[in-house]
């Protein structure tokens, strides 16, 4: 059982080129969110999805987009690399919208030069 | 928006030591969860606290939500090398933002053999 499956897991990026994160889960969960983790920062909340067709912002989208075509993969977009945007993103899935624990990926290692 | 602080940011501890973290919230919470991250992971699921007052016991790790389910702690008896990593706090929204976490900072643990 595969879980949650990231990739790639390191990227380095100049800025003002573009990329997708991917993120795919196995286990049929409804629920998927992207956070950046930042040093000392904890877990912020870029997007997050209820389900296929149906997106919402986080706490930090700027610089970011979704899609949900499928329950099972939810990838995220940069259109224009900052050197902001250097952090380690994870995407993380629940089966149920309440009181449900999250399982993470692996994350994903990006640097913007 | 609600808000999750978390204390201390660091704690180094001699192995056999106890350690405490705690956890405060701006506002009411439907449930509180608790993850580790080990140095270069990713968060991995420990605990969920979702009655108020509620106390539960992982082994050597007892973990706290408070009466106005605004506070939350996690207790380490005699702390081992293997304990090392980062703890995180994740709050869970009322009413309709029930599905998104708000996480804390984290606390860094080291532990010297």
């Known amino acids: 059982n595969a879980g949650v499956t990231q990739t790639p897991k390191f990227r380095i990026l100049k800025i003002g080129q573009s990329m997708t994160l991917q993120c795919a889960q196995d286990?049929?969960?409804?629920?998927m969110y992207w956070y950046r983790q930042d040093p000392g920062m904890g877990l912020k909340l870029i997007y997050y999805?209820?389900?296929?067709?149906?997106?919402d912002k986080g706490e930090v989208p700027n610089g970011y987009n979704v899609s949900r075509s499928t329950t099972e993969d939810f990838p995220l977009r940069l259109e224009l690399a900052a050197p902001s945007q250097t952090s380690v993103y994870f995407c993380?899935?629940?089966?149920?919208?309440?009181?449900?624990?999250?399982?993470f990926g692996d994350g994903t290692r990006l640097s913007i030069l | 928006g609600q808000q999750v602080m978390q204390i201390p940011q660091y704690q180094h501890v001699q192995e056999g030591e106890d350690f405490t973290t705690y956890c405060n919230s701006s506002?009411?919470?439907?449930?509180i969860q608790w993850y580790k991250q080990r140095p270069g992971g990713h968060p991995v699921f420990l605990i969920q606290?979702?009655?108020?007052?509620e106390v539960k016991k992982q082994k050597r790790l007892t973990f706290q939500f408070g009466e106005a389910k605004k506070n939350s702690s996690l207790h380490i008896t005699a702390t081992q090398t293997t304990d090392v990593g980062t703890y995180f706090c994740?709050?869970?929204?009322?009413?309709?933002?029930?599905?998104?976490?708000?996480f804390g900072k984290g606390t860094l643990l080291t532990v010297n053999p």
């Open positions: 994740a709050g869970g929204g009322s009413g309709g933002s029930n599905y998104k976490l708000t």
């Open positions: 993380a899935s629940t089966l149920t919208a309440y009181n449900q624990p999250q399982h």
């Open positions: 286990m049929n969960h409804n629920y």
């Open positions: 999805s209820v389900g296929a067709g149906i997106t």
């Open positions: 606290l979702v009655k108020s007052g």
């Open positions: 506002t009411t919470l439907s449930n």
